[in-house]
């Protein structure tokens, strides 16, 4: 079992920043790699980022330039750094944890950008 606890959540301005942090704790080995998701009110949980254990990551077109995943391995830590954000961007944001049969997801976290 994989247990993740997001934080870093918050109203922020448009234009403005924050960073949502994960943390991982369990039968964390054998995690292959770690992501974002949101959803919007009425929408459908949509990719945002993922790191691999390697440090390669991938974006959705809708963030690239403006967020930056990371991880710190000695704290079993991923980070999403979102900069620039645009109401748009509001939604309750998942952390999801990936190993081959199995995946695992936070409680979530609300990002909310006002105009």
């Known amino acids: 079992q994989v247990q993740l606890v997001e934080s870093g959540g918050g109203l922020v301005q448009a234009g403005g920043s924050l960073r949502l942090s994960c943390a991982a704790s369990?039968?964390?080995?054998?995690?292959?790699?770690m992501g974002w998701y949101r959803q919007a009110p009425g929408g459908q949980r949509e990719f945002v980022a993922y790191?691999?254990?390697?440090?390669?990551?991938v974006y959705a077109d809708s963030v690239k330039g403006r967020f930056t995943i990371s991880r710190d391995n000695a704290k079993n830590t991923v980070y999403l750094q979102m900069n620039s954000l645009k109401p748009e961007d509001t939604a309750v944001y998942y952390c999801k944890a990936m190993r081959v049969g199995d995946n695992y997801w936070g409680q979530g976290t609300q990002v909310t950008v006002s105009t």
């Open positions: 369990g039968s964390i080995f054998s995690i292959n790699a």
């Open positions: 790191i691999t254990k390697g440090g390669s990551t």
